[in-house]
Nanobody
Framework: QVQLVESGGGLVQPGGSLRLSCAAS????????MGWFRQAPGKERQMVAL???????NLGNAVRGRFSISRDDAKNTIELQMTNLKPEDTAIYYC?????????WGQGTQVTVSS
């Protein structure tokens, strides 16, 4: 079993920055790809950023050039650095991984971009 716990959400003004963290615990040796998804009210959950064990990454079109993802396997954490935030980035952000074929989600952290 692997558990994912997010932190770092909050309220930020447009153009501001925020950093989200996700800490994994449990059978962390089973972790492979990890990442972030987000879901805004009334919308489907969408991929924000993914990172592989080797550090290779993929960013969603809506955030490319503004967000970055990093991984620290020694601490079993991933981070999402968000810059130049826009109101449309407002959503619940979920940490994600797949372990032994099963999708694992964190509980989510709210990010609100508003003046």
């Amino acid at each position: 079993q692997v558990q994912l716990v997010e932190s770092g959400g909050g309220l930020v003004q447009p153009g501001g920055s925020l950093r989200l963290s996700c800490a994994a615990s449990g059978s962390v040796e089973l972790l492979r790809d990890m990442g972030w998804f987000r879901q805004a009210p009334g919308k489907e959950r969408q991929m924000v950023a993914l990172v592989s064990p080797s550090g290779g990454y993929n960013l969603g079109n809506a955030v490319r050039g503004r967000f970055s993802i990093s991984r620290d396997d020694a601490k079993n954490t991933i981070e999402l650095q968000m810059t130049n935030l826009k109101p449309e980035d407002t959503a619940i952000y979920y940490c994600w991984s797949v372990v032994s074929g099963s999708t694992i989600w964190g509980q989510g952290t709210q990010v609100t971009v508003s003046s």
